[in-house]
C-alpha cells in the first residue's frame, strides 16, 4: 500500500513563515483589547493555536496533467474531468486535474514515456497500455472468451487487483481506479455466425498489436494490420471487410456503417485504469489521498454503469441505421470456444504472462464453482 508522505519542514519554511506573520498579527491585536478583557484574550489565543495545529502541514498545490485516448467529450472524458472537480472542491483547490484526452500526448506508449521524463504525471490506459509497466494486466482482457458474463469478469477483475497494484507501485506508479469500455464484438460485411465465416474475410487489427496479429493468424483468419484512423477508408475501399471492436466505438467512429453484420457474441472485455507517478502522489496530504481515493471509486462504479448500460444501446442505435445483429447459438459458441482453445498456448507466455494466465483461467472456474453450488 501507499505510504502517509513523511513531510520535512524545510520544505514548508515559507508556509511556517506565513502561519506566524498571521498569528502574530492576531495576537497583537488580541493583546490590544486585552485591557478590557482579559478573558476574551485567553480565549482568542486558544482558538488561534487550535486552528493553527489543525491546518495541514503541506499546503502546497499539486497540479495533476493526466492524458487519454478517450475522445473529447466521450463518456470517460466527461467522467474523467467531473472526478478532477471532484478532487479540486474536496481538497479545497489543492489538488487541480488538467486532462489532456483524444490521444494530443501521443499514443499509449508515448504517454508513459513522457510520465517517464515528468512531462505528464497521470494518464488513463487501456490494458494494453497498463502492460507496458505490468504485463499481467493483460489477463484481465486478453484471453478470448474467458468470460461468458460481467459478473465473472468482475470477480476475477477484483481477485487480482491488489497484486496488480502492488506491482505498479514498484515500478512507480499508484492505481486509482478501472474503467470499461465494452465487450468486443465482430462486424463484417457479411453475416458471422461461426469460425468459417469469418474466415472469408480480411480482418482490421491494430498496426502495433503485433501479438493480436499473430493469434488471429493462428485462428486462421486473415488479419490485416492498420492505423484505427485509416479504418474508415480501408472498409469503403474493400482493404478490409471486417473489424472488431465495442458497439461504442463502433458506433463512434462510425465504422459500423462499412461492415453492418455484427456477430453478438462477447469475444473479450476492453478495459482500462487510471494511474498517477507515485512520486507526485507523496507530494499529497494524506488526508487529501483519501478523498482522491474516494472520488476515484464513485467515478469508477459511475461509469462502468453507465457504460454498460451504453453498450447494449450502442447496439439499438446501430440497428436503427441498418446494423443486423446477427445472435449466436450456443452450438456455434461452442465452435469459437474450442478454436480459441486452440491458441491459449500461444497466448500463455506470449500475450499473457504465464501466471496471470493460469490465475484467470483458475479464478473464472473458482467463479463459476461457487455459482453453481449456490
Known sequence: MVKPRQYNCTEDFHHYLYIVLVLFSILNF??????????????TIIIVFTAFLCLP?????VNIKLATLAAHGSPWD???REMGQNWRDKSAGQVKLTVYPGGVAGDESAVIRKMRIGQLNAATLSTGGLAYIVPEFTAISHIPMLYN????????REKMTPDLIEKLEKKGYVFLHWGEVGWVR????????????LKKHKLFVWADEGSDMTMHENLGFSPVPLAATDLLVALQTGMVT????????????QWFAGAKHMANMRWAPLMGGTIMQKKLWDQIAPEIQTLIINASKKAEIELTNEIRELDNKAIEVMEEYGLISHEVSEDELKEWRELVKTVYPY?????????????AIKLRDEFRSKKTVD
Do not use: Q, W
Request: net charge positive; no cysteine.
Open 30 to 43: 488580541s493583546f490590544r483589547l486585552a485591557y478590557l478583557n482579559f478573558h476574551a484574550m485567553i480565549k
Open 57 to 61: 502541514i503541506n499546503a502546497k498545490k
Open 78 to 80: 466527461l467522467r474523467l
Open 149 to 156: 458474463s460481467d459478473e465473472e469478469k468482475d470477480y476475477v
Open 186 to 197: 465482430y462486424f463484417a460485411k457479411s453475416p458471422i455466425r461461426i469460425p468459417n465465416d
Open 242 to 253: 471486417a473489424f472488431n471492436t465495442t458497439p461504442l466505438l463502433a458506433l463512434g467512429g
Open 347 to 359: 497466448i500463455r507466455g506470449d500475450m499473457v504472462p504465464e501466471k496471470a494466465f493460469d490465475k
